[in-house]
T-cell receptor, first 113, second 115 residues
């Protein structure tokens, strides 16, 4: 079945460091790909998305590119801030059907000043 | 846009009791989803409505679970004869069902604790 694998955390970085959180997926056809973020004490929020191969999603300085050939959707940010501390979830919706989200286990990021 | 609203925020109950949660989606959204999230895991899909029709149910949704969306607006999720393993965060999300890749908007969830 469809699945998402993301790098295990926790990840701890200093402010202004470069961030990469790896995400790979297994799915038939062309799923849509998402990154959701959960800040402490808050609900899940959509961070960015890409719906077809080679699309780049971006928001708040974060980027991820839909790579069909490597079935990957890695999240990157050039310079993290303390306010980026959160849990990040990679997810997909299978092509067609209900478009239910299939999530990875999440990666907790802590950014220290 | 008032967002997705879930009530209650927290429910504590004894094993064997029945519980019901409510979700009010974003008003123009025709699709509504329920997920369950346990500690350290990503959310897992439970069930999905398009308008008032329940179109898909996960194998995770045992016979003790039932969900409704009677008028295609709010939805309820009921768990009968609760068990310890039902302790989790129950999340509701809604979206506009217009083509592939429409983002789902999540509520803050209902945390269920079984004593």
């Amino acid at each position: 079945g469809d699945s998402v694998t993301q790098m295990e955390g926790p990840v701890t970085l200093s402010e202004e460091a470069f961030l990469t959180i790896n995400c790979t997926y297994t799915a038939t056809g062309y799923p849509s790909l998402f990154w959701y973020v959960q800040y402490p004490g808050e609900g899940l929020q959509l961070l960015l998305k890409a719906t077809k191969a080679d699309d780049k999603g971006s928001n708040k300085g974060f980027e991820a590119t839909y790579r069909k050939e490597t079935t990957s959707f890695h999240l990157e940010k050039g310079s993290v801030q303390v306010s980026d501390s959160a849990v990040y979830f990679c997810a997909l919706t299978p092509q067609g059907g209900s478009e239910k989200l299939v999530f990875g286990k999440g990666t907790k990021l802590t950014v220290n000043p | 846009d008032t967002g997705v609203s879930q009530n209650p925020r927290h429910k504590i109950t004894k094993r064997g009791q029945n519980v019901t949660f409510r979700c009010d989606p974003i008003s123009e959204h025709n699709r509504l989803y329920w997920y369950r999230q346990t500690l350290g895991q990503g959310p897992e899909f439970l069930t999905y409505f398009q308008n008032e029709a329940q179109l898909e149910k996960s194998r995770l949704l045992s016979d003790r679970f039932s969900a409704e969306r009677p008028k295609g607006s709010f939805s309820t999720l009921e768990i009968q004869r609760t068990e310890q393993g039902d302790s989790a965060m129950y999340l509701c999300a809604s979206s506009l069902g217009q083509g592939n890749g429409q983002p789902q908007h999540f509520g803050d969830g209902t945390r269920l604790s079984i004593l």
